[in-house]
């Protein structure tokens, strides 16, 4: 069993059969129960449209068992989180990582791997209850119409190194950023990523409330080959 909840922006819920894994939270609503489930929450950046630190509240109220998976960026201290009313207890189930990371816990049921992202912090390969998701924070072909012709072939060559490690990999689960900010490029990080990538469904994000973004990118010559594996957001998936 698989389900994906869009919550917001680049936040999602993917319920399975015995865990919740919850990506990016932002803003959006979260399970009032966990049902007896194991609770694994993923934040792979600092930036406030990726991570709260409600989060860590609301996870410790909802499971005692619960843990995190943060991008290296992200520090916090006992003191820092008792000022924010959170029990500094938390940072024992706190696992801060940087790209090209890998843990694995057969008692917990979960492996997470990272790659560099091209902006800050990490993205997410997860593995649970023989399912594997990729989640990709802000790993993206960032081509800014501003930016220098250098930056941007500088962007591209670092983005297509960190997919290229990954390359002909099979996730069952892909969220994958589609910012329509990018202007002509939007798309050029979608398009290399399912180009290389074995996708079974791929969920776009980081719309910022653009969802028609979606429609328009199944039209192009690369959204066309691979129509049928992108989801529409936002929404609720079964």
């Not at 993206?140 to 990954?166: A, F, L, Q, T, V």
Request: hydrophobic share 35%.
């Amino acid at each position: 069993m698989i389900k994906v909840t869009y919550l917001y922006h680049s936040g999602f819920m993917v319920e399975l059969e015995n865990s919740i894994l919850i990506f990016d939270y932002f803003k959006g609503k979260l399970p009032s129960s966990l049902k007896g489930k194991k609770l694994f929450v993923f934040a792979s950046h600092k930036h406030p449209d990726h991570f709260q630190l409600s989060v860590f509240k609301w996870a410790d109220e909802m499971a005692k068992d619960s843990r995190f998976f943060v991008g290296n960026d992200i520090r916090l201290n006992e003191k820092y989180l008792e000022r924010k009313g959170i029990c500094p207890d938390i940072l024992k189930r706190i696992k801060r990582m940087r790209g090209g990371a890998v843990y694995e816990s057969r008692e917990e049921g979960i492996k997470v791997e990272t790659l560099c992202s091209t902006d800050q912090g990490v993205a997410f390969l997860v593995t649970a209850e023989g399912k594997s998701i990729y989640h990709a924070g802000d790993l993206n072909n960032w081509y800014w119409p501003e930016e220098s012709k250098s930056g941007n072939e500088r962007m591209e060559r670092d983005y297509k190194k960190e997919i290229d490690k990954i390359e002909g990999r099979h996730f069952d689960i892909a969220f994958v950023p589609l910012d329509p900010r990018l202007e002509e490029g939007y798309g050029y990080g979608m398009d290399y990523f399912l180009k290389k990538v074995d996708a079974e469904r791929v969920f776009p994000m980081h719309m910022w409330e653009k969802y028609d973004v979606t429609e328009r990118y199944k039209k192009t010559k690369a959204g066309q080959v691979f129509a049928e594996r992108i989801e529409d957001t936002p929404h609720i998936f079964l």
